[in-house]
């Protein structure tokens, strides 16, 4: 319950961005971006000597370098221990590469001296290593959705009843429970990247085309952060906001939906489900996480940027 004096309200979404889960489907982090166990075929790419590595470590600038595997015994077969061998050698800054101990999965991880909040890394090395589920670790950002609406997915109470001789009743009833959250989302823009993420289809933006899916494709798993501002009572100015909110929506996966090619605006329909997400280590946590964010921590995220 909100008391009038001290009570927040919810405005209209200012900014969301969505990352593909890593292999595993954990979510990427600093420490922890996870491609797949291998072994790796390169033997398609223009340059097996030079095979594109970009790293973007928060807001700073995006660092490529190109990794080479001219010495890898099998270029269609590179294996963790060759690919990781390269890529510390390519030097990426504060990046080291390594497999990691507990799934013999490609690590790429930040071990520099800072506190960092993201890390990316894409580009067509890492597309081949299934970093991100093959289309690497790369933020997709809108500040162009409409809507963003929800829908929490839910397990019924149940009653299981038993009746005796006398026509009496002996009951229990269950607890129902939240399984997660369906979300419709409706972007006023038209995003083939954003497309490619949710459908699971293929964007080439060198060519600008883009290839809806086939039967035996498999989806992308995904996070969002969507970020919403908050005023107080009475009458508000726009820029009279006193904090936002940031949603986290841990793990989801999405489908497409329908386009009028009318004499109208073509709004781009989304939805996807969103359920409970389970870490590397098997802890369990809610589909959904709302954190509030002072003007000044929201500004310091620098979500244009990152």
Do not use: H
Not at 161 to 185: F, M, N, P, Q, W
């Amino acid at each position: 319950m909100s008391l009038r004096d001290t009570a927040r309200y919810a405005f209209g979404l200012v900014f969301a961005r969505f990352m593909p889960l890593n292999d595993d489907l954990t979510i990427p982090v600093p420490t922890r971006i996870i491609g797949d166990s291998g072994t790796f075929d390169f033997s398609d790419v223009d340059n097996i000597a030079s095979v594109a590595l970009t790293t973007k470590i928060d807001n700073s600038t995006a660092e490529t370098v190109y990794v080479d595997l001219s010495g890898a015994a099998d270029s269609s077969a590179v294996t963790v221990a060759e690919i990781v061998a390269a890529i510390n050698a390519a030097g990426p800054t504060d990046i080291t590469a390594s497999e990691d101990t507990a799934t013999g999965r490609i690590k790429i991880e930040y071990d520099g001296s800072e506190t960092v909040t993201y890390l990316q890394v894409y580009g067509e090395c890492a597309e081949i290593l299934m970093i991100g589920q093959g289309l690497g670790c790369k933020f997709i950002k809108t500040d162009t959705l409409q809507t963003l609406g929800e829908s929490p997915i839910l397990k019924d109470e149940e009653t299981i009843t038993t009746t005796d001789a006398k026509g009496l009743d002996t009951e229990i009833i269950s607890d129902g429970y939240r399984k997660g959250v369906t979300v419709s989302i409706v972007d006023t823009a038209e995003d083939w990247a954003l497309l490619e993420l949710i459908e699971g289809g293929v964007y080439d933006e060198d060519n600008g085309t883009y290839e809806a899916p086939t039967s035996e494709d498999d989806k992308i798993y995904f996070y969002v952060e969507a970020y919403y501002t908050r005023y107080t009572k009475g009458i508000n100015k726009e820029g009279d906001l006193v904090s936002y909110v940031q949603k986290l929506i841990r793990s989801a996966k999405g489908t497409v939906g329908d386009k009028s090619n009318e004499r109208d605006w073509m709004d781009g329909n989304y939805n996807i489900t969103a359920t409970s997400y389970k870490d590397e280590n098997e802890v369990l946590y809610g589909d959904t996480k709302l954190t509030e964010l002072t003007i000044e921590e929201y500004d310091d995220l620098d979500v244009y940027n990152v």
